[in-house]
């Protein structure tokens, strides 16, 4: 197991996780799936594009945080 920091919040993840498999993880915890439809993650300060979820692993001490478009006026 590894901990990685998910919007500043430690999380303990197996150490072959991918940075998908930690938003599906989430998303089944703490929202629906649909939230994460129109997010960006960042890790350690850079955009992970979302075609590069699955490819990304995970490594101990990662910062992941996630930000969603908001439209205002």
């Excluded at 920091?5 to 150490?15: E, R």
């Excluded at 089944?28 to 979820?53: D, G, L, R, Y």
Aim: charge should be negative; proline fraction near 5%; aromatic fraction near 8%.
């Amino acid at each position: 197991m590894i901990t990685v920091y998910f919007n500043s919040q430690p999380l303990s993840v197996p150490a072959d996780t991918n940075l998908r498999d930690i938003l599906a993880l989430v998303a089944t915890t703490q929202q629906s799936h649909e939230a994460f439809a129109n997010v960006a993650a960042v890790v350690n300060e850079c955009i992970v594009p979302k075609s590069q979820w699955p490819h990304y692993q995970c490594q101990a001490s990662d910062n992941i945080e996630l930000f969603a478009a908001v439209a205002g006026g």
